[in-house]
Nanobody
């Protein structure tokens, strides 16, 4: 069983920054960040995938240039650095681990609120 714990959410003013962390109970090659607003489906925000010694990162168009996903393999932790935050970034952010096509895990989420 893989356990994921998100942290780093909070209240920030528009234009501010936050860094989210996802701590995993082991080394996971593929980690995603999703976000969800009540009443709407979860949106894929960013992914990071390790293949061999290479990490591949991808971002939703809505966050490109503002968010950066990275990882510390020694700590089994993935980060989402969020800059130039906008009110529309307000959501619960979830960490998602893809172990295989038939097995994945979700964290409990961390709230990010962007408001003046």
């Amino acid at each position: 069983q893989v356990h994921l714990v998100e942290s780093g959410g909070g209240l920030v003013q528009p234009g501010g920054s936050l860094r989210l962390s996802c701590e995993a109970s082991g080394s996971i090659n593929s980690i995603d960040w999703y976000r969800q607003v009540p009443g709407k489906g979860r949106e894929l925000v960013a992914t990071i995938t390790r293949s061999g010694m290479t990490n591949y990162a991808n971002y939703a168009d809505s966050v490109k240039g503002r968010f950066t996903i990275s990882r510390n393999n020694d700590k089994n932790t993935v980060y989402l650095e969020m800059n130039s935050l906008k009110p529309e970034d307000t959501a619960v952010y979830y960490c998602h681990a893809r172990v295989s096509w038939s097995l994945d895990y979700w964290g409990h989420g961390t709230q990010v609120t962007v408001s003046s």
